[in-house]
């Protein structure tokens, strides 16, 4: 049966209609021209160049500023196209009356007016600090200068004005980076024409930039994601910093020449007569400065916007130099730098980016990757033999490129998705590769890898499993189950069975794997599916029947006030059943915050329905309403409140941070209270777990609690700070058009005095607002570095103090790790989890510098201890004081 057909009334069906508007446009020649200039080099990029250059001309007039857009956007969005598209300009400043054979006139250059008009482009994206597209305009400026269209006086002159960048005061590391990419990458493209020109130029180029990476070392130190506590050192095996590895490239052409591996189809050309055509002349740029808000230099320090601080870019190598590209290789840098501006240009589409990732050998030298299997044999020998593996280079670069400290570029559910879809475009060749990467990966978190990349990498690794049938040879990590039980490796497991089962369900996660691993002492498996647990469901536990009658309130939808008043009828009874040792308030509290938890527990919207309902409830409880000293219970209230929620959902750790998230949304507990919750109490959850929560460790789960609370607080901070920009614009504008209504002169020509400006109530509220919700972050941010501190350097008197935490600093210790214990583990664990909040919360931390050393740090003045000179190192480097 169709539905599509027409009724017998003749009604057209509105797909009908919609067909017939697709049909109505109609591209115009301009419009056909800009697409198959963005489209050149689809099927051979070699033939057809020829073939674009004659469609461009016969369309007559030509319209610069569409050819101009057109090439823009070629160069911005398909890097690996520039030397194609400085092909196709330079037949466009041929003169075609000559029959080809020479250089036109300037004035009759068609290439000339495109570059005219395309450096006009090139200067807005330099003026807005668009660092991505200044960069690839710059590739394609230095294929234009090799290619003999631009003179090499002013590409160099361009590239002087990105290394002046380096020796600014004060420059971040995120602007010396971009410059830096910007010259050195330009000079390894023109580096032969520029040296001829000026012999000096390219090692002066050189020396600004090593100039400039020799000071970031503290910097490296800290982003290393191979960690050794024990060592100051920065030399990281089977890792490269970008920087580094772009100086060291620059080097190794210089001193080759500049014989670069880059593609110049231009240079088949003949080279232009100079008697007739004269170079283009870049103009002269100004990079200018990082946009300064007024208010950063006020006394307001938190009122100006914190801009993310950006680090030196450790990427991670997993195969060896004859399957993968060494970036330290002039060619094992460019297919690098290529391939990561492709994943970064292509996160709106990462099927696209799939399908141009695989296809991107067809756009370098052949003989740079290994052909496809059943390819036929080339027609002539290759001019390079590095025969590297296609799909081994794409899943290195795009983990490499998740994996960045302390955060990535792009989102990191980007690079795993982006991973999928490779693996369903090809599945028998990157397959292979994605298991190889996993057991390197797997391998090396016995090494020392970062806390926050093993985190990162069970949650690519469950989404991966889940995309792909939950296929795993899991019987190969048997060996390690005899592993101490917070080992990296068993850490590793055990986290990813959880997200397996968060993306899936519990029976298809546990028929995966192997009987060794179902087994309660290996701590692999959850002893039980994710769901709730509800401390007085069943009829023997005590104090069952006091759960039940509040149940039956919340089930029976009691008004607040009724519940309120029932629970203080309920305390005097219960402070009659209880013994001296029990509290009764907290034993209410707990009782109440668990009932309502089970009303809301079938599904989120329950919870939320729960929650928003009995919400005034929940403001007595964690104000100590219950209790006859409401002033001194607030804290402690709300402490119980958290512990109430997280044993409630002790086999969901997915449940207590979504629960945990909703109370700080609406206010019943303070980003500060979680926080002070997840160092102090978090250990008394679950006492099943005791082997992996005592002493005080701090694991993903613990992270992720500390994580949330501090973006909750910081996220309140920046909303308010937009919200009081507006009101005071708006204050601002009232004042102004009051000001300028009707002039301030009377009619004698005296001077009226100003009248007086109505206060705006809604601004005032807003800044009272924004005051208080800094003084909670800045709350938040020390209350974390306080826990940190005194778990890595407690002292005799500390909650839950590792014994392990100074133990382990030293050399031997590490290299004696393989009989390390629990507690040595838990100890190196947490000590990870301090470094990477240091460095992710730097641009915080920075603001209050001064008050957070003197309360945390001025103990340690005066003392001769590892843990402690370490916790000092840590933040005087995320800090910028080293």
Same mark, same amino acid.
């Given at each position: 049966?169709?539905?599509?057909?027409?009724?017998?009334?003749?009604?057209?069906?509105?797909?009908?209609?919609?067909?017939?508007?697709?049909?109505?446009?109609?591209?115009?020649?301009?419009?056909?021209?800009?697409?198959?200039?963005?489209?050149?080099?689809?099927?051979?990029?070699?033939?057809?160049?020829?073939?674009?250059?004659?469609?461009?001309?016969?369309?007559?007039?030509?319209?610069?500023?569409?050819? /101009?857009?057109?090439?823009?956007? @070629?160069?911005?969005?398909?890097?690996?196209?520039?030397?194609?598209?400085?092909?196709?300009?330079?037949?466009?400043?041929?003169?075609?009356? $000559?029959?080809?054979?020479?250089?036109?006139?300037?004035?009759?250059?068609?290439?000339?007016?495109?570059?005219?008009?395309?450096?006009?482009?090139?200067?807005?994206?330099?003026?807005?600090?668009?660092?991505?597209?200044?960069?690839?305009?710059?590739?394609?400026?230095?294929?234009?200068?090799?290619?003999?269209?631009?003179?090499?006086?002013?590409?160099?002159?361009?590239?002087? /004005?990105?290394?002046?960048?380096?020796?600014?005061?004060?420059?971040?590391? @995120?602007?010396?980076?971009?410059?830096?990419?910007? &010259?050195?990458?330009?000079?390894?493209?023109?580096?032969?024409?520029?040296?001829?020109?000026?012999?000096?130029?390219?090692?002066?180029?050189?020396?600004?930039?090593?100039?400039?990476?020799?000071?970031? @070392?503290?910097?490296?130190?800290?982003?290393?994601?191979?960690? *050794?506590?024990?060592?100051?050192?920065?030399?990281?095996?089977?890792?490269?910093?970008?920087?580094?590895?772009?100086?060291?490239?620059?080097?190794?052409?210089?001193?080759? %020449?500049?014989?670069?591996?880059?593609?110049?189809?231009?240079?088949?050309?003949?080279?232009?007569?100079?008697?007739?055509?004269?170079?283009?002349?870049?103009?002269?740029?100004?990079?200018?400065?990082?946009?300064?808000?007024?208010?950063?230099?006020?006394? !307001?320090?938190?009122?100006?916007?914190?801009?993310?601080?950006?680090?030196?870019?450790?990427?991670?190598?997993?195969?060896?130099?004859?399957?993968?590209?060494?970036?330290?290789?002039?060619?094992?840098?460019?297919?690098?730098?290529?391939?990561?501006?492709?994943?970064?240009?292509?996160?709106?589409? +990462?099927?696209?980016?799939?399908?141009?990732?695989? !296809?991107?050998?067809?756009?370098?030298?052949?003989?740079?990757?290994?052909?496809?299997?059943?390819?036929?044999?080339?027609?002539?020998?290759?001019?390079?033999?590095?025969? #590297?593996?296609?799909?081994?280079?794409?899943?290195?670069?795009?983990?490499?490129?998740?994996?960045?400290?302390?955060?990535?570029?792009?989102?990191?559910?980007?690079?795993?998705?982006?991973?999928?879809?490779?693996?369903?475009?090809?599945?028998?060749?990157?397959?292979?590769?994605?298991? $190889?990467?996993?057991?390197?990966?797997? /391998?090396?978190?016995?090494?020392?890898?970062?806390?926050?990349?093993?985190?990162?990498?069970?949650?690519?690794?469950?989404?991966?499993?889940?995309?792909?049938?939950?296929?795993?040879?899991?019987?190969?990590?048997?060996?390690?189950?005899?592993?101490?039980?917070?080992?990296?490796?068993?850490?590793?497991?055990?986290?990813?069975?959880?997200?397996?089962?968060?993306?899936?369900?519990?029976?298809?996660?546990?028929?995966?794997?192997?009987?060794?691993?179902?087994?309660?002492?290996?701590?692999?498996?959850?002893?039980?599916?994710?769901?709730?647990?509800?401390?007085?469901?069943?009829?023997? $536990?005590?104090?069952?029947?006091?759960?039940?009658?509040?149940?039956?309130?919340? *089930?029976?939808?009691?008004?607040?006030?009724?519940?309120?008043?029932?629970?203080?009828?309920?305390?005097?009874?219960?402070?009659?059943?209880?013994?001296?040792?029990?509290?009764?308030?907290?034993?209410? +509290?707990?009782?109440?915050?668990?009932?309502?938890?089970?009303?809301?527990?079938?599904?989120?919207?329950?919870?939320?329905?729960?929650?928003?309902?009995?919400?005034?409830?929940?403001?007595?409880?964690?104000?100590?309403?219950?209790?006859?000293?409401?002033?001194? %219970?607030?804290?402690?209230?709300?402490?119980?409140?958290?512990?109430?929620?997280?044993?409630?959902?002790?086999?969901?750790?997915?449940?207590?941070?979504?629960?945990?998230?909703?109370?700080?949304?609406?206010?019943?507990?303070?980003?500060?209270?979680?926080?002070?919750?997840?160092?102090?109490?978090?250990?008394?959850?679950?006492?099943?777990?005791?082997?992996?929560?005592?002493?005080?460790?701090? /694991?993903?789960? !613990?992270?992720?609690?500390?994580?949330?609370?501090?973006?909750? &607080?910081?996220?309140?901070?920046?909303?308010?700070?937009?919200?009081?920009?507006?009101?005071?614009?708006?204050?601002?504008?009232?004042?102004?058009?009051?000001?300028?209504?009707?002039?301030?002169?009377?009619?004698?020509?005296?001077?009226?005095?100003?009248?007086?400006?109505?206060?705006?109530?809604?601004?005032?509220?807003?800044?009272?607002?924004?005051?208080?919700?800094?003084?909670?972050?800045?709350?938040?941010?020390?209350?974390?570095?306080?826990?940190?501190?005194?778990?890595?350097?407690?002292?005799?008197?500390?909650?839950?103090?590792?014994?392990?935490?100074?133990?382990?600093?030293?050399?031997?210790? #590490?290299?004696?790790?393989?009989? #390390?214990?629990?507690?040595?583990?838990?100890?190196?664990?947490?000590?990870?989890?301090?470094?990477?909040?240091?460095?992710?919360?730097?641009?915080?931390? +920075?603001?209050?510098?001064?008050?957070?050393?003197?309360?945390?740090?001025?103990?340690?003045?005066?003392?001769?201890?590892?843990?402690?000179?370490?916790?000092?190192?840590? #933040?005087?480097?995320?800090?910028?004081?080293?």
């Amino acid at each position: 049966m169709s539905y599509n057909r027409q009724s017998r009334g003749g009604r057209r069906h509105y797909r009908d209609d919609e067909d017939d508007r697709r049909r109505d446009i109609v591209e115009s020649p301009q419009e056909r021209l800009k697409f198959a200039i963005i489209k050149l080099g689809e099927a051979d990029p070699y033939q057809e160049i020829s073939a674009v250059e004659s469609r461009i001309r016969e369309l007559a007039p030509p319209d610069i500023y569409n050819l /101009s857009e057109s090439f823009h956007i @070629g160069v911005t969005e398909q890097p690996y196209k520039i030397p194609f598209y400085a092909a196709l300009l330079r037949l466009l400043h041929e003169n075609p009356s $000559k029959d080809g054979d020479s250089f036109g006139a300037d004035e009759n250059s068609l290439g000339k007016q495109i570059l005219e008009e395309f450096w006009k482009g090139f200067q807005a994206y330099v003026d807005k600090l668009m660092w991505r597209e200044t960069r690839l305009c710059i590739h394609f400026f230095a294929h234009l200068t090799s290619a003999q269209l631009i003179s090499p006086e002013s590409f160099a002159a361009l590239l002087q /004005s990105f290394t002046a960048v380096l020796d600014e005061f004060g420059v971040s590391h @995120g602007r010396a980076k971009r410059a830096a990419l910007c &010259a050195a990458e330009g000079l390894m493209i023109a580096g032969a024409v520029l040296t001829s020109h000026e012999p000096a130029f390219p090692g002066e180029v050189i020396m600004s930039i090593q100039t400039y990476t020799e000071t970031t @070392g503290s910097g490296k130190w800290i982003v290393q994601p191979v960690v *050794r506590l024990h060592s100051p050192a920065v030399a990281v095996e089977n890792a490269d910093e970008l920087l580094d590895t772009a100086l060291i490239a620059l080097k190794a052409l210089e001193s080759s %020449g500049f014989e670069g591996p880059y593609p110049r189809p231009y240079s088949q050309y003949h080279p232009p007569d100079s008697s007739l055509f004269t170079l283009f002349s870049l103009p002269s740029v100004l990079v200018p400065p990082e946009v300064i808000e007024l208010e950063t230099l006020s006394s !307001e320090v938190e009122e100006s916007e914190i801009k993310r601080q950006e680090w030196p870019e450790y990427f991670l190598r997993l195969f060896s130099d004859d399957v993968t590209p060494d970036p330290n290789t002039p060619a094992g840098y460019a297919v690098r730098s290529d391939l990561l501006v492709m994943i970064d240009i292509f996160e709106v589409n +990462r099927k696209e980016a799939a399908r141009l990732l695989l !296809e991107y050998p067809k756009w370098v030298a052949p003989g740079t990757f290994k052909p496809k299997p059943g390819a036929p044999p080339p027609e002539m020998e290759h001019l390079v033999n590095h025969d #590297w593996q296609l799909e081994s280079t794409l899943l290195e670069t795009m983990l490499g490129a998740s994996l960045v400290l302390p955060q990535s570029s792009q989102a990191q559910i980007y690079y795993d998705s982006l991973i999928t879809e490779v693996c369903k475009l090809s599945p028998s060749t990157v397959g292979p590769a994605v298991g $190889k990467s996993i057991r390197k990966l797997y /391998s090396s978190l016995t090494d020392g890898l970062d806390v926050e990349i093993e985190r990162r990498f069970s949650e690519w690794f469950a989404i991966h499993m889940s995309n792909f049938n939950f296929q795993w040879v899991w019987k190969e990590w048997i060996p390690d189950l005899d592993l101490a039980i917070q080992h990296p490796k068993r850490a590793f497991m055990r986290t990813a069975v959880e997200h397996e089962i968060r993306l899936s369900y519990y029976d298809r996660v546990a028929k995966s794997l192997p009987e060794a691993m179902h087994a309660l002492e290996a701590h692999i498996l959850p002893k039980q599916a994710p769901g709730p647990d509800f401390m007085y469901d069943d009829i023997s $536990k005590p104090h069952h029947d006091a759960a039940q009658s509040i149940l039956n309130l919340f *089930r029976g939808r009691a008004k607040a006030e009724d519940v309120i008043v029932h629970l203080d009828t309920l305390r005097n009874t219960l402070e009659s059943e209880i013994s001296e040792t029990e509290n009764v308030n907290s034993l209410v +509290r707990i009782i109440s915050t668990q009932s309502l938890l089970h009303v809301g527990s079938r599904s989120f919207s329950h919870l939320l329905n729960a929650i928003e309902r009995y919400l005034p409830l929940l403001r007595t409880l964690a104000s100590g309403g219950v209790t006859a000293s409401a002033a001194a %219970g607030n804290l402690e209230a709300k402490a119980d409140i958290l512990s109430a929620a997280a044993l409630f959902w002790k086999y969901n750790p997915q449940m207590v941070a979504i629960v945990f998230d909703k109370l700080m949304q609406y206010q019943i507990v303070d980003p500060t209270d979680v926080v002070s919750w997840t160092f102090l109490h978090v250990s008394e959850v679950d006492e099943s777990e005791a082997d992996l929560r005592a002493p005080l460790n701090l /694991s993903a789960f !613990e992270w992720n609690l500390l994580k949330a609370a501090l973006d909750k &607080a910081i996220g309140r901070v920046n909303t308010a700070r937009r919200k009081l920009a507006i009101l005071r614009k708006e204050d601002d504008d009232n004042r102004a058009r009051a000001k300028a209504s009707g002039g301030n002169m009377d009619v004698d020509g005296e001077t009226k005095p100003d009248e007086p400006v109505m206060e705006n109530p809604a601004l005032a509220v807003a800044l009272k607002a924004f005051s208080s919700l800094t003084r909670e972050q800045k709350t938040a941010l020390s209350r974390t570095l306080e826990g940190f501190v005194s778990c890595l350097a407690p002292s005799p008197t500390s909650l839950h103090p590792n014994p392990k935490a100074r133990e382990i600093l030293t050399e031997h210790s #590490w290299h004696n790790r393989a009989n #390390w214990g629990k507690e040595e583990w838990n100890a190196w664990e947490t000590w990870g989890w301090y470094r990477h909040f240091c460095r992710a919360y730097s641009p915080y931390l +920075r603001n209050y510098a001064t008050t957070f050393t003197a309360v945390s740090f001025a103990r340690f003045e005066g003392q001769s201890d590892p843990a402690s000179d370490l916790l000092q190192k840590i #933040w005087d480097v995320s800090i910028g004081q080293e």
